[in-house]
């Protein structure tokens, strides 16, 4: 049962997958709902929590004040089309100052002493103008009588623009309702009758000095709204919006956009909390299993836990705050309103950026939890780092902590005599000042012999390491002559002298063993199998009648030529392994040697019937010994001739790479090569694995042997049932010459 419950399966990498994958779309729900959020309140500010119903909500009263603006402008300042054209309502100040705001005149002596006449076509001239700005007076008054007309008309027609606009905007609102008299109860303008609005759920009464004597059934004052032309004239002005809201205008938009985010709220606020309660809940189970297999297990730590935390949280801050920065910036961006096609690549923007913020927070909460698991969390820290590397100072595992303490010593001991040195005049003291003078200079004297020495202590130890390196390892370290801060460090180097002479001694008595027992041994057999050769060959010659017997002697025959055979091959890869061969090298053609030795065992490729299939572009120069090469080749070829697949082809590739020449074999096994390819290379290895072939198992080894001695490599290469054999030897230096200049 115990084991049982350490297996569960929300440690699975399939459950710790989907715990992500909805711990991102609870994250990208809230960031939706954030989103949503953001751009009711950015219409309807808090009102949309706290107000009842639409004409609650400050954004309504906005709306109202301005339709109540173009009905206070239409109908009581405008009034009608032929006022505005017979220039009642033209504010000459304005129109003046626009006029010289339009053609660029400045105040100054000339307007102050003149002014332009009530009919707009010139100037009256009222103080004295200088004769310096005569000229200038005159092109002033050019100007008013020659443009100041047409500006006028200009004027005018703004203001009859402007008066059709507001009665226009005024018929598009069907729930805005509004009666206009004057102080003589005169109706003055609007869409409806007092009566019509006495009858409305919502009136509004607005006058300069009104009082509360409206008798409507449910007046509703709107005492923000403030309007100076309003207040300087003498009208009245009823108001009131229909409830219910009809469809067709603004007020019944603004009243079903705020319905629609009335309603919204609720499954909002909902839809927010659910996601908020998935995001915890997944954010616990993926740091109760983050980091483990199984449960109880072993804690595997990534690399971000390598980071010391302090400077992990100071990454994972710095890049909240830039995320805020950024963040910020672009929801100002989105809330200005700019077009939409920017809105959302600035939305989408600020989605990745909530995203990649997320990821980081996530990584970082689950690290700190790996590390709490491991309780690793506060060893991580660059504070304990810093504590165990000052203790390490006086442990040994750096150097010795007494040399920190002579070090402050000396430092100290300086300043101290320096002190004294100094201070001693100033107190009438000159001898101890002189003592203290030769004091230091012996003092530093001491300290600087036992630095030398020390220094001395090391190029000893870095020489006996060259030596070392070099493969000197009886170089001499004298123990005695090091400084104690190095001594540790010599004993170190002493013995690793010792231990690496040691096993070079092991090794070479243990190769020279095994070149004099297979020498000795080969000699041995050789000298009976030389005898046994001889005499089954004068036994071939007598003519025996048993054909039984003749069978033996063939026997013998075969087998003995196989033995002698062995024995060559083992004596020739004593002598290659151990770098006894001698290796003349010179210019050999890799091409011609191999036709050669392809030539010599034609007969036995075709009583295996191979065919050869050779290629080779370009002639290939190596550096190598001939003998040893036709060996290497004879090796390759014999391989193939008894692996490979009756009636096959042998694939040759001879060409030049990096500076080697390189051969190429490649042959289909005729027995499947199910065993690892390292070991073809080892003695007495063949791939026939029941040994009904020939050979000794010694020929790759050999070949091996010989390509490394002449500064060249021998490789296998398995594909399946495909062998490749590839020998590469040193280019002739003409031809790696020839072979760089092609590459350049």
């Not at 910020?328 to 690549?345: I, R």
């Not at 506060?378 to 150097?399: D, H, P, V």
């Not at 004099?516 to 057999?525: A, G, K, M, P, Q």
């Not at 071939?540 to 060559?568: F, P, W």
Request: some cysteine; overall charge negative.
């Amino acid at each position: 049962m115990a084991i049982k419950s350490k297996k569960s399966k929300a440690f699975q990498m399939k459950w710790k997958v989907i715990g992500t994958l909805l711990f991102f779309v609870c994250a990208i729900s809230i960031f939706f709902c954030g989103v949503v959020a953001t751009n009711i309140f950015k219409d309807w500010s808090r009102d949309v929590i706290n107000a009842d119903t639409v004409y609650d909500t400050q954004e309504f009263h906005e709306f109202f004040g301005e339709t109540l603006d173009q009905a206070v402008q239409a109908d009581i300042y405008y009034r009608s089309e032929e006022r505005i054209a017979a220039g009642e309502v033209v504010d000459r100040d304005k129109l003046i100052s626009g006029f010289k705001r339009y053609y660029g005149i400045v105040d100054g002596v000339i307007t102050g002493n003149t002014e332009i006449n009530d009919t707009y076509d010139g100037l009256n001239i009222y103080g004295s103008i200088p004769d310096s700005l005569q000229e200038n007076l005159a092109e002033y008054e050019g100007l008013v009588e020659s443009r100041l007309p047409s500006y006028y008309q200009m004027y005018l027609q703004r203001q009859l623009d402007e008066y059709k606009n507001c009665v226009r905007y005024l018929e598009g609102m069907k729930n805005f309702l509004y009666y206009v008299e004057d102080e003589n109860g005169n109706i003055m303008g609007g869409n409806a009758s007092k009566s019509e609005i006495g009858e409305a759920e919502r009136t509004l009464v607005l006058s300069a000095g009104f009082s509360s004597d409206y008798l409507g059934k449910n007046p509703y004052y709107f005492d923000a709204y403030d309007n100076p032309i309003l207040e300087q004239s003498n009208y009245k002005f009823f108001g009131a919006i229909r409830d219910p809201l009809l469809p067709g205008d603004a007020f019944y938009d603004m009243w079903q956009d705020f319905s629609y985010a009335k309603q919204s709220l609720p499954i909002l606020f909902g839809v927010f909390a659910v996601s908020l309660l998935g995001l915890l809940v997944c954010l616990v189970h993926l740091m109760r299993v983050t980091g483990q297999k199984e449960r109880y297990g072993k804690v595997q730590l990534t690399m971000a836990d390598r980071i010391y935390n302090e400077v992990h949280f100071l990454l994972v801050f710095l890049f909240f705050v830039a995320a805020f920065l950024a963040a910020s910036a672009l929801m100002e961006t989105v809330m200005q309103g700019t077009v939409a096609f920017w809105s959302y690549v600035f939305a989408t923007m600020l989605g990745a950026l909530y995203l990649a913020a997320v990821g980081v927070g996530l990584s970082y909460l689950l690290s700190v939890s790996r590390q709490i698991k491991d309780k690793s969390f506060f060893r991580n820290t660059w504070i304990s780092a810093s504590i165990r590397r000052m203790s390490e100072l006086f442990t040994g595992k750096t150097f010795r902590g007494w040399m920190v303490i002579v070090m402050l010593c000396y430092g100290l001991g300086n300043c101290a005599i320096m002190g004294v040195a100094v201070m001693a005049p100033y107190y009438g003291y000159v001898e101890f000042a002189m003592l203290a003078g030769i004091f230091l200079v012996l003092f530093n004297v001491l300290c600087m012999y036992w630095f030398i020495r020390a220094l001395r202590s090391l190029k000893e130890i870095m020489v006996s390491a060259k030596e070392s390196s070099k493969g000197n390892f009886s170089y001499p370290l004298d123990l005695n002559k090091i400084s104690p801060s190095f001594l540790n460090f010599a004993e170190d180097v002493a013995n690793i002298q010792e231990g690496f002479k040691n096993a070079v001694d092991d090794a070479v008595k243990g190769e020279r063993m095994k070149a004099e027992l297979i020498t000795n041994v080969s000699h041995d057999l050789k000298t009976p199998l030389t005898s046994i050769i001889s005499y089954v060959d004068l036994l071939e010659k007598e003519d025996l009648e048993n054909e039984r017997a003749e069978g033996y002697v063939d026997i013998l025959h075969e087998k003995s030529y196989r033995l002698k055979q062995l024995i060559e091959d083992l004596i020739e890869a004593s002598k290659a392994s151990s770098g006894n061969l001698t290796v003349t090298k010179m210019r050999v053609d890799y091409k011609q040697l191999l036709l050669q030795a392809m030539g010599e065992m034609e007969d036995k490729m075709e009583a295996a019937g191979l065919t050869v299939k050779l290629s080779s572009s370009e002639p290939v120069f190596i550096d190598a010994d001939g003998g040893h090469m036709w060996r290497i080749l004879e090796n390759i070829l014999s391989n193939a001739i008894k692996y490979s697949m009756p009636h096959s082809r042998v694939y040759v590739d001879i060409f030049k790479l990096d500076g080697y020449g390189v051969l190429v074999m490649k042959n289909i096994s005729a027995a499947p090569i199910d065993f690892d390819e390292t070991r073809l290379t080892e003695r007495f290895v063949r791939g026939d694995e029941a040994r009904t072939t020939e050979g000794s198992g010694l020929g790759l080894s050999i070949t091996q042997s010989l390509a490394e001695i002449q500064d060249g490599t021998f490789g296998i290469q398995v594909d399946g049932d495909l062998f490749k054999a590839i020998v590469s030897i040193p280019l002739w230096p003409e031809e790696e010459e020839m072979e760089e200049k092609e590459g350049e």
